[in-house]
């Protein structure tokens, strides 16, 4: 299957600064690809759509200016945890479909575990 | 939008039974139903999809079912064996780019 690969797997940050998540499609292009927070025993929830070339697309009570989407080039999204805070603590996913548009299998990075102290 | 319930949230089996799990979703314009497989602190893997114009798949111990009209699809697994624990997600899709999931099963078999 195609291969998404994510870095970092585990960040341990302070209050107030800065985290940057990235999300790679090691053997494929992906004009698209989902942001997803899992908090421990939960769900996978959507945060945003990523779009090569065009700004993100945040669900619903997503902070668009907390958590920064760059989809630059068509192998690799980054997620900007800006100013995190101990509640942004959280297990990150991005993920990827091969073929754009359309129902398909979706792949997963291996996830960053995010820890704000 | 697109609601995936799913049920139960905690299974619990004897190694060699039968577990299996329902979802429903709301959106009658999905149609592509996949399940994942997460072990702890990994991705989530697929494990089995199916597609709205297909009623039942089946891939060696696991089978899925649809039902369109209902809006409801579950995951069947037999001979249930101790490597199968996990939490397992429904998920739909409804058109446009994301999947959305239903809120996870976990699944425990015991030797």
């Known amino acids: 299957g195609a291969v998404v690969s994510q870095h970092p797997s585990r960040v341990i940050c302070k209050s107030g600064t800065s985290v940057k998540i990235e999300c790679r499609s090691l053997d494929f292009q992906a004009t698209t690809m989902f942001w997803y927070r899992q908090f421990p025993k939960q769900s996978l929830m959507l945060m945003a759509t990523?779009?090569?070339?065009?700004?993100?697309?945040?669900e619903q009570g997503v902070e668009k200016d907390k958590f920064l989407i760059n989809h630059a080039s068509l192998t690799l999204s980054t997620l900007t945890v800006t100013s995190a805070h101990p509640e942004d603590s959280s297990f990150y996913i991005c993920s990827a479909r091969v073929k754009s548009g359309g129902a398909g299998e979706l792949f997963f990075g291996e996830g960053s575990r995010l820890t704000v102290l | 939008g697109e609601n995936v319930e799913q049920h139960p949230s905690t299974l619990s089996v004897q190694e060699g039974d039968s577990a299996v799990i329902k979802c429903t979703y709301s959106d009658s314009a999905s149609n592509y139903f996949p399940w994942y497989k997460q072990e702890l602190g990994k991705r989530p893997q697929l494990i089995i999809d199916?597609?709205?114009?297909?009623g039942e798949k089946k891939d060696q111990r696991i089978a899925v079912t649809l039902n369109k009209t209902a809006k409801h699809f579950s995951l069947h697994i037999t001979e249930t064996q101790p490597e199968d624990s996990a939490v397992y997600f429904c998920?739909?899709?409804?058109?446009?780019?994301?999947?959305?999931f239903g809120k996870g099963t976990t699944l425990s078999v015991s030797s």
């Open positions: 199916i597609r709205s114009n297909v």
């Open positions: 990523s779009n090569e070339g065009s700004k993100a697309t945040y």
């Open positions: 998920a739909s899709y409804p058109g446009g780019t994301a999947l959305i």
